[in-house]
């Protein structure tokens, strides 16, 4: 059985050439692998779609942003945990280390 015709709504028949600079046709290579299309769909996405363009992340990126996102939090606990005196000693010694930070850039930005 052959594939139904399309309406001729849906036909790509008019064609439409543009010039690109080499900077521009590698952003355009670069941004459409990132979105898994080829140039031609990417453009058009980009140009009618009313959606912002996914990208699609590779598993060994989605594991990098899974561990900074891990690193950040307990960054964010330690500083949190640190601002409510629960470690004065190390609370201290960065007062102490901002102090000296503070003259170190009066000193240079004089």
């Not at 001729?8 to 290579?29: C, G, M, S, V, Y």
Request: no cysteine; proline share 3%; charged share 25%.
């Amino acid at each position: 059985m052959a594939r139904p015709k399309k309406n001729i709504d849906e036909l790509r028949i008019h064609q439409t050439n543009i010039r690109l600079t080499k900077t521009e046709q590698e952003f355009a290579e670069k941004q459409a692998a990132l979105s898994g299309l080829s140039v031609a769909n990417w453009i058009r996405e980009a140009a009618f779609s009313k959606n912002a363009l996914q990208i699609k992340v590779s598993p060994m990126h989605r594991a990098y942003y899974r561990q900074l996102v891990g690193v950040a939090t307990n960054i964010n606990q330690i500083s949190r945990k640190i601002n409510m005196s629960q470690y004065p000693k190390i609370y201290s010694e960065l007062e102490s280390l901002k102090s000296i930070l503070v003259e170190i850039n009066k000193i240079f930005h004089k």
